[in-house]
């Protein structure tokens, strides 16, 4: 039962501190993309647009993205 412990619950080493690295970079850009696409949307829709699901879905990834960066902080240190 320890040896199952040890597998799956210990630390990982600071190796995978790149995993967070890469996750904030992916999920930067795909905040920038989403927020440029959503000004689009509102400048050029001549349809109702659902604002909530917008600002949502912007807000989703900013809050992914800063937990990234966060986790990737503490990982480093």
């Known amino acids: 039962m320890n040896e199952i412990n040890e597998i799956f619950f210990s630390p990982l080493s600071k190796e995978y501190c790149s995993f967070f690295y890469l996750m904030s970079v992916i999920m930067f850009v795909l905040l920038l993309l ?3 696409a959503a000004i689009i949307t509102v400048i050029k829709s001549k349809k109702k647009i659902n604002y ?3 600002i949502s879905n912007v807000l989703t990834l900013a809050l992914v993205y800063f937990q990234n960066r966060l986790l990737y902080s503490m990982c480093i240190n």
């Open 52 to 54: 909530l699901l917008l």
């Open 34 to 36: 989403a927020m440029i």
